[in-house]
C-alpha cells in the first residue's frame, strides 16, 4: 500500500519528534503493508513552516537511517500546505512541494472554515497544472455543515483525501459517518493516515480499506500509485448531495 500523507520527518513538526520516533513508524508501516509513505509536514498553518528544499533533504537522511535498520520502506517528499494568498507565488519561487515531483499538492483548510479566497488559489493552481488535493474534508466543519462546498471545489478539479482514522471511527461517529458520504457520493479519491505516531495518530490504512466496499478500496489504491507515477486520476463524476446533513462536533 502507499499512504500518501504522514508526518513522520523527524523533529519539525507535531508528528515524530525524533529519528527513533521516525523509525517506529516506518517498522509499523511495514507490518501493515504500506510500502511508500508520502512525508507530509506541515507547512504555514501557524506553528510550522517546513519549505521544500528542507523536506527533501530531511526525507534523504530518513531514507539512508532507514536503509541502515533493513526497513522496506520508502519515503518520498511531499507537504501539507496550509491554504494561504500567497501560495502561487511561493510555488512559482519553489518553495513548496508536490508529491514525489509529480504534478499533485496537498492543501488543507483551518478546521473551521473554508477561506473566501480557497476558489480562486485552487483554480491558480491548476492553471500551473498542478492538482490540488484537498486533505481531510470530513473534519473541516464548513464541509461538515454542507458536504455540497466540497462538491464546487471537486467540480471545478480539486481531488480531495479522507483520513484513515475517520472512516475507522476514531474521530467519532459523524467524521465517520461524513467519510463514508463523501466516498459514496464521488467526492474524495484517497484514503490516507494522516499518522503522527504509532500511538494515539497511527496508521491503520489496512483496516480503513477493510470498513469499505473492495470496489472503493481497489479504486482508492490505484488512485494512490497513479499520483506516485505521475500519472492521470481516475475521478468519477462527483454527485451533488441533496439532502443536507449535519456532521458537527467532529473533534
Known sequence: MIDLHCHILPGIDDGAQDLAQSLEMAAAAQEEGIHTIVATPHHKNGTYENEKSAILYDVDVLNKQIKNMGIDVEIVPGQEIRLYGELLED?????????????????????????????????DIQMKGITPIIVHPERNAAIAEDPNRLYKLIKNGALSQVTAASVNGKFGKKAKALSMQLIESNLTHFIATDAHNTTSRGFGLAAAYNEIDPDYADYFQENAEAVLAGQYVQKEAPIHITRKKRFLGLF
Not at 92 to 109: C, G, T
Open 91 to 123: 510555488y512559482e519561487q519553489d518553495r513548496l512541494a508536490v508529491i514525489h515531483q509529480s504534478a499533485y499538492m496537498l492543501v488543507e483548510f483551518p478546521s473551521n472554515t473554508i477561506p473566501a479566497f480557497a476558489e480562486q488559489v485552487l483554480f
